[in-house]
């Protein structure tokens, strides 16, 4: 059985708040966006990260409780639990491809060389989701393929992108 944790970080009027989600009993994706939907029925924007065994991310996505938009860091989710093929089991389109990050010289006191990318890693789904917040494809794509990341890894670094870090934290140390 695999661990997970399912955070919904829901934004309404410009205000973030997030709750953690139980996913036990839920039969289809559907079940999960009616989940997400209770959190914040009235909300502008609605995300749930889902990290599933320290390997998988997905994030599910609703733009006032519509068009849902849903993309996973590795399509083998959904072929090694029920979990990952409930989420991702629909999901017919690959996501974009991962460019390995170009070797600049080293230079001091700037951000450290780009990490490996892992080569097995197969993302599914819209990379392009969280462009708007400021998260895009191609920076989703990176994170989710460097090597030595966890999910929470990502999810961390996507939510303070977005503004909504203080929020999932809070939810991870209860």
Do not use: Q
């Not at 914040?40 to 065994?53: I, K, N």
């Not at 690959?94 to 010289?105: D, G, H, V």
């Not at 789904?125 to 989710?144: F, K, M, P, T, Y």
């Amino acid at each position: 059985m695999l661990s997970y944790f399912a955070a919904a970080a829901v934004r309404h009027h410009d205000k973030w708040s997030a709750a953690e989600l139980s996913l036990s009993g839920v039969s289809d994706v559907e079940d999960v966006v009616d989940r997400l939907r209770d959190v914040a029925p009235d909300a502008d924007l609605s995300l749930l990260f889902v990290e599933s065994d320290d390997s998988y991310l997905v994030v599910l996505r609703l733009d006032e409780g519509e068009d849902l938009r849903v993309f996973g860091s590795d399509s083998i989710f959904a072929a090694e639990s029920r979990l990952g093929a409930l989420l991702l089991g629909d999901i017919e389109a690959p996501a974009l491809e991962i460019e390995e990050p170009s070797e600049a010289p080293a230079v001091v006191d700037e951000e450290p060389a780009p990490r490996a990318i892992e080569p097995d890693v197969d993302p599914v789904g819209d990379a392009d989701l969280l462009a708007d917040l400021g998260v895009n494809s191609h920076r989703l794509l990176e994170l989710c393929a460097t090597e030595g990341l966890l999910p929470a890894d990502v999810t961390a670094e996507v939510t303070l992108r977005i503004g909504c870090a203080d929020e999932v934290e809070e939810l991870r140390e209860a």
